[in-house]
């Protein structure tokens, strides 16, 4: 991806401008703007300030504090950093996390008294304490619906490639819900029957087609580990591979009119392959050929991880890595 967070058109509010510059600074760009993210993935809001990226577009510091605050999907957080110093453990941090700018602590008007993080949708290192929290059964926090929202091309090559994958980021991306206006057949589904979803403001693209419903339990039982984000976004790094495979998809529904159920219970449709070599073709052959690709493509690999840095954008949420879920 280019320094600075790549594409970012003059013709966007300038709100919308400031937030992906931001987003692309604190999830994959620290470190080439000279940024070293401390505990949680936060940074001080003084350097990030300084940064090339920020400074180019002369962003201040109030701006920033009202994008923290105004933003949708509240991608990040904002602390006093003494709050943050005090927080003697990672149950602590994780509290300190959540603390609202615009509740009396936003007047203080120092920007070297602040730092700052984005809640997730990392591709750089990141130490996740006090930035994630496990999900457990015995924590209580294990949430009924889990789900990935992508389209149908994506979702060939989720099939192809045996399910999904991290690909550039840190982790798989999953909705607890679905967005407002959303609707999700029922395991009645053969009536015709729908019915509505708790609305949640993170962790899916309005735009997704197709809704990719995860069994956590079942994968959980299996060795895979779970988190969730300050913003309520279910995370995964899948397997020792970065594959969440497709045997744990519970329920695969198309929300176009007419497009019904695409898979259930981690049977594959009937007559699809898994073939990886020709996903990884495909995959690279996209890259190659720019638009999503160089800067923002490139090829995946099996591990999920592009050579050279690039990140394929295939078969994950990544159509977000600016703006981000």
């Not at 000279?34 to 940074?43: C, E, P, S, T």
């Not at 149908?152 to 999904?164: H, Q, R, V």
């Not at 198309?254 to 019904?260: F, H, L, M, T």
């Not at 052959?285 to 591990?303: E, L, N």
Request: hydrophobic share 35%; proline share 3%.
């Amino acid at each position: 991806m280019a320094r600075g967070g790549g594409r970012n058109p003059a013709f966007l509010p300038r709100e919308q401008q400031v937030s992906r510059k931001v987003s692309w600074l604190l999830r994959h760009g620290a470190h080439s703007e000279g940024l070293q993210l401390g505990k949680g993935g936060y940074v001080g809001v003084d350097a990030a300030l300084r940064t090339r990226c920020l400074t180019a577009l002369k962003v201040t510091f109030p701006e920033l504090r009202d994008v923290v605050r105004t933003n949708d999907k509240q991608r990040f957080s904002m602390v006093l950093r003494e709050r943050l110093e005090g927080a003697g453990s990672e149950e602590e941090a994780e509290k300190v996390g959540g603390v609202d700018v615009g509740e009396g602590e936003g007047e203080e008007e120092d920007p070297g008294r602040w730092v700052i993080r984005a809640n997730q949708g990392h591709s750089i290192k990141v130490d996740a304490e006090g930035l994630l929290t496990p999900v457990e059964v015995e924590r209580g926090n294990v949430p009924d619906v889990v789900v990935h929202g992508t389209d149908e091309g994506a979702w060939n090559l989720i099939l192809k490639s045996g399910g999904l994958r991290r690909m550039g980021r840190n982790h798989i991306h999953f909705a607890s819900g679905l967005p407002a206006g959303f609707k999700a057949l029922d395991v009645g589904e053969a009536m015709g029957e729908e019915k509505e979803v708790p609305p949640v403001i993170s962790g899916m693209r309005r735009s997704s087609t197709v809704l990719v419903y995860v069994d956590i339990l079942a994968a959980m039982e299996k060795g895979v580990k779970f988190f969730v984000s300050e913003n309520g976004v279910i995370l995964t790094e899948g397997d020792d591979k970065g594959l969440l495979p497709y045997e744990f998809f519970k329920r695969v529904e198309n929300r176009k009119k007419g497009g019904g159920v695409l898979m259930s219970e981690g049977v594959l449709p009937e007559g699809v392959e898994v073939d990886v070599d020709a996903w990884e073709k495909e995959v690279g052959s996209r890259g190659r050929k720019g638009g999503r690709g160089r800067g923002r493509g490139g090829r995946g690999g099996r591990g999920g991880q592009g050579s050279g840095g690039g990140k394929a954008r295939a078969n994950d949420d990544s159509g977000d890595l600016l703006a981000g879920v």
